[in-house]
């Protein structure tokens, strides 16, 4: 029995039969109905369940993201959570090589929306859970469905800006075997912008650069395939194993082009420009294998859980630059450095400047995760967990640059550019929790321990005396995590939350190698090997309510962090166009408000669910450097990244019925302004729309989207820098479309005998509270 809505009474009577024979028994009734909350909060984590996001239908994980409460997604795909960006991406309960070496926006584009069951958002996660993300943790549960029979279904997506995919679910479970298989691919395209001006303040000295200007816009081409299989194998009552294997390939062709124009305090130096163009290729290639055990000591929830799981992500990337310049700066003889002094310039060759490079970077990564869970119930309202888990990760980056000066010549190593990092981590872990509950008062305690190794070997084939060439750094720690859940109950679905845990953020690995990019030569990320990880204390009180048509759900937080890590920016020499950025932990950042979200069925046709977050924020914290002003002398800059203010997040959705088969949905999203002493932030909004029709008597739905009906999804910022200003703007894609076809097959909600077994593998269905993943 399958339904959109109420269902009603149900009766089921015996079958008339003309031939007296005893009809069966009904051993076991399938009745699947859509829920009608796609949002619900627990003890210690929110559910959404993406299946009445329409918006999102024949999307990708990063679409479906955009309509979760609580969660930003910014133009240029980074995900937030109150507005921080060190957000921890589970897939079923652990890290995944779905996710790639990165974990970018492209590795979130390559996970269709119709594979997601559900997400959970962990703005404050227990000892359960590694200590990673500062900001929170999402869990995203992938489908395997429990249906006895053969299921699945098939979705197409044509859009534009180009973009198609074709992905199909297939599972099938008679008696104690379940079969899954899922794949798919997809192409699609996408423009991305951005625009930078630096304004200097000096403008007085000779030769001094009053202002520079750069445009970038890259046209990306992007392919990706994907396809997983497994199986879950119930031994008996107590015992089941699963088995699975995943592979995920994507590729990625890329068009750059970058314009430089320049003003110069100088008569004799015209106003130049640049022009640097970019060709790059880039493969990646995933592998995941899970192996896991759950056995049931009793019914009353005695289970132990067991997993292993080995990932393994390639990336090969080549990018061909060649840039060309309408001038030529003529030198002294005697000129025997390479700074742009105004003294030593005699005059300026008109003729065009040519520079061609390329750029190869290969990586690895290969992961062991190994966990096992233990639960035993004490008393009614008791229980008892501890765990171990142990994370294996060795990384491997290989980088090499070649440039030649002019057209015709030889192309010669760069040795800044050219190096080979090794990259490992090491991580132990114990945790213990006791939750319990004594009337309407609940609590849960826990405490975590994470034992850390990380070991850094780099050298690169620099000879310049004031570069580093090489590095072996082995960093270990050893830190303890508790973390406190109380809740009180008011009446039925109607209570207050009270949370605390401790959580760390982790220097990712390109935040440690001091890696040159040569994609932009005039804006280089330079990594910092001397990094420490950051530490956040992390407070909640909300109050939930969940009613028959709204729900409620206003959370006050607070969070502070010590040895914040921050991204500052500066030159080493004032006389040139090049900026460096380097992460540095700097001082500290408090952040702290109210969290509003909710759902309501207004009236029978309309539902609206909505989200609004009013935060305030605070930084301390203070850099200083070394440079060379335009005259060539010694100078100590100082900027100050201490700062504070108010920002607001808003979120609403309005889903329309128009009849049975027919909604449409719209959706609008604001993001307040956000100033620091650093940098300034503009407000940025966009207004999305779609529409779902069912067809086939229920086994077909077609979809039409749009995303950012204006063209209004942008991000623009000033940042104040040392020595000037920086204004810069993003738009990651353009206003997009796409129309989505699916075709469910039904013949597994048919009644089979003998009786199915309750599926007790929590780690191959993501079925745990927080829970199940370690």
């Known amino acids: 029995i399958t339904t959109t809505g109420n269902i009603g009474a149900l009766s089921i009577e015996p079958e008339k039969s003309a031939t007296n024979i005893k009809t069966g028994d009904i051993q076991a009734v399938v009745i699947t109905a859509q829920s009608t909350k796609p949002y619900k909060v627990e003890l210690d984590k929110r559910t959404y369940d993406p299946s ?67 997400i959970e958002v962990i703005t404050n996660p227990s000892s359960k859970f590694e200590a ?49 298989l899922n794949g798919g691919g997809g192409y699609s395209e996408s423009t991305t912008t951005n625009r930078n001006s630096n304004i200097n303040y000096d403008r007085n000295q000779e030769f001094q650069l009053l202002r520079s200007d750069q445009e970038t816009k890259n046209k990306n081409y992007s392919k990706n395939y994907n396809a997983s299989a497994g199986f ?20 990625n062709e890329t068009d750059g082009k970058i314009n430089y124009n320049y003003l110069y305090n100088y008569d004799k130096f015209p106003n130049p420009t640049t022009l640097r163009t970019s060709n790059g290729n880039n493969t990646n290639l995933a592998f995941q294998g899970d192996l896991g055990w759950d056995h049931k000591f009793n019914d009353k929830g005695h289970n132990l859980s067991t997993s292993l799981s080995l990932q393994s992500n390639k990336s090969d990337n080549y990018t061909d630059i060649f840039q060309q310049s309408d001038y030529k700066i003529i030198r002294d003889v005697n000129d025997q450095d390479n700074d742009l002094d105004f ?41 008892l967990e501890a765990g171990y888990r142990i994370d294996s990760n060795n990384n491997f980056y290989d980088n090499t640059a070649n440039e030649a000066l002019a057209l015709n010549t030889p192309l010669l190593v760069l040795g800044k550019f050219t190096n080979v990092t090794n990259y490992d981590e090491l991580f132990n872990a114990f945790y213990v929790q006791f939750r319990s509950k004594v009337g309407k008062f609940g609590y849960q305690l826990g405490l975590r321990d994470e034992l850390s190794n990380v070991k850094v070997n780099y050298q690169n084939l620099d000879t310049d005396p004031k570069t580093i060439h090489s590095i072996n750094n082995n960093k270990n720690y050893n830190n303890l995590f508790p973390s406190v859940y109380l809740s009180y109950d008011l009446g039925k679905d109607n209570q207050f939350l009270l949370n605390y845990s401790r959580r760390i953020d982790r220097p990712r690995s390109w935040f440690l190698i001091p890696y040159f990019s040569i994609t932009d030569n005039q804006n280089l990320f330079l990594g910092n090997v001397d990094l420490n990880p950051s530490y956040v204390d992390s407070f909640e009180f909300g109050y939930s309510v969940s009613k028959k048509k709204y729900t409620l759900n206003p959370t006050l937080f607070y969070r502070k962090t010590t040895d914040d890590t921050k991204t500052v920016a500066y030159q080493e020499d004032e006389s040139t166009n090049i900026y460096f950025t380097t992460p540095l932990n700097l001082g500290t950042n408090e952040q702290y408000g109210l969290d509003f979200n909710g759902t309501a069925d207004v009236f029978p046709w309309l539902k609206l669910m909505g989200s609004f977050s009013l935060f305030g924020y605070k930084t301390t914290g203070e850099f200083s450097y070394k440079t060379v002003d335009v005259k060539g002398n010694d100078v100590v800059r100082t900027q100050s990244y201490a700062g504070d203010g108010l920002s607001t997040r808003a979120r609403l959705n309005a889903t329309f019925k128009v009849d049975k088969t027919f909604s449409f949905q719209l959706q609008g999203f604001y993001r307040g302004p956000q100033n620091t002493a650093s940098q300034d932030r503009k407000a940025m909004y966009a207004l999305n729309l779609g529409a779902s029709k069912t067809i086939w008597n229920g086994d077909g739905t077609i979809a039409f989207n749009m995303q950012d009906i204006f063209n209004t999804r942008s991000m623009r910022s000033t940042s104040y ?54």
């Open 232 to 251: 879950v194998y119930d031994i008996d009552d107590k015992n089941s194993v699963n088995l699975s294997g995943t592979v995920r390939t994507f590729d």
């Open 52 to 118: 009445q996001d329409i918006i999102s239908k024949g999307g990708n994980l990063q679409d479906v993201l955009q309509n979760v409460p609580s969660v930003e997604v910014d133009t240029d795909g980074t995900v937030s959570m109150r507005g921080s960006s060190n957000v921890k991406f589970l897939i079923n309960g652990k890290p995944s090589a779905l996710l790639g070496i990165s974990e970018g926006s492209n590795a979130l584009q390559s996970i269709p929306a119709d594979q997601i069951e559900r």
């Open 343 to 383: 003294n030593e310039i005699i005059g300026i060759d008109h003729e065009m400047d040519y520079q061609i490079s390329n750029n190869s970077q290969y990586s690895r990564t290969k992961s062991v995760i190994g966990k096992i869970d233990y639960e035993l119930p004490i008393g009614e309202n008791s229980k």
């Open 132 to 180: 990673s993300g500062t900001s929170g943790i999402l869990n995203i549960i992938l489908k395997k469905s429990k249906k006895v029979g053969f299921n699945g279904s098939v979705v197409g997506t044509l859009g534009y800006q180009p973009r198609t995919m074709l992905n199909t679910n297939l599972s099938w479970r008679k008696n104690k075997w379940t079969w899954f």
């Open 721 to 774: 820098l040392a020595t000037g200003v920086r204004e810069s703007y993003m738009q990651w894609q353009p206003r997009q479309f796409s129309i989505s076809l699916t075709y469910r097959f039904k013949q597994g909600e048919k009644v089979e005998q003998p009786k199915r077994k309750k599926d007790i593998n929590s780690n191959a269905t993501g079925d745990d509270q927080q829970g199940g993943p370690m």
